[in-house]
């Protein structure tokens, strides 16, 4: 592999230079600061010199690259210049491998093509930008340099590592009926037609009957229209609806529910999460529920990344089990909910994918997310042999026995 050594007045200059003499390929190893000119140190000024490599031939053994490094910067080779160099280089690699989110690229050098393209194809489906430096230096780290050459591989193996992040929501065994599922989030992003729908699937209507029962509560009990909306779905899908406005309401309705109900589905008040007294006011009423009570947390698949964190962080006190993800088919790019979640470490439950009550929602899978990236070939048997049944769980939706 060739060597270079360049000199510049200032770092930047050095790294221009390097660029423009050596292009993409150039990867600095070395860099030193020199003394220059002067006499006794009066006068003296310092220079910037840079020693590495060219070309993506395979990365030499560190004996030969030390030898290389040495000989290209035109010095004789001592045992104690080859052991500091030696030193040198490798607490480079340590600090390659240990600030792997940290460290952004070198300025001025250019990625390898794969990686810079990786990059691209991240950015292009709103991942965060700590996302994707984790993601294109895993690339780093892991590809042979030869391998990086072939940028389908370096993909199909991005998304395997994607996919990874993804953390779906285990539905709990509960022993005593019923299951209790309430849905909070901000204002607007579908709460109430999502418990509808929830209402239909948990139901499970077959035949013309309802094979478990169902009872959806509304805390939305002032707004005129709010009650109205999903007594209408009630109405249409036959599921009984109650209307409760304080702590002690939903505790005698739920307790009239108790052991005798499957599912009880709650809807709340959307609530912006910045408006901290609101937020207090809704949890207040909510602590009437059991424990064992699910509470999700519907967000839209719109909402760009750092906001996402943020709903995430304010919704904290209503200790939400899973996310649902909500009008996932207004969005492309899925990028921006599954690197919030990742940072975040939450997991995903639901995804509603349009307004036509009941049929627009689906179990969360790792499908389910990874077929809105853009620009990504989905290898669905790669992905189906690591992911088995969370890949594609359309049919998945099994109701657990909820029996006493
Ligand atoms: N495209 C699309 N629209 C949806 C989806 N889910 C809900 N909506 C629409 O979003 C709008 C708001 O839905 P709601 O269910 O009333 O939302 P909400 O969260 O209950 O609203 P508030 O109670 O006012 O906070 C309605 O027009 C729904 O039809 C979805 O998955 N895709
Ligand atoms: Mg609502």
Redesign the pocket.
Known sequence: MPYFTEQGKTHSECLEKIRARYGSGAKVLLERTLRKGGFFGIGSYEEVEMTGTYGYAPAPDLETAKRQVLAAAGKAAPDAALQSVLKELRSLHEKLDHRVNETPPVQGIREHPSLQRLEEDLQANDFSPAFIRGMVERARREFPLDSLDNYEDVQKRALLWIAERITLYQEPDVKKKPRIIL?V?????????????LGALYGNRTGGQWQHSVRMITL?NY?IG?KH?IEKYGEIMEIPVSAVENYETLRKTLALYREKIDFVLV?????SPRNYGELGDMKAILDACPAKAEPHL?I?ASTKSSDIKEILRQFEPFKYRAVII?????TTGTGNVISALAEEGKSISF?????T?PP??ERASVLSLLRNLEGFTVDTDVLAERFGAYLNSLDHLKLKDTGA
């Open positions: 849905l989030g901000p204002t607007g992003v579908g709460k109430t037609t999502t418990i509808a729908k939305d707004r709010g909306q809807d709340t008040i959307g609530k519907c839209a909500t009008k996932l088919d207004e995804i509603t994918t349009g307004q009550v627009d929602i």
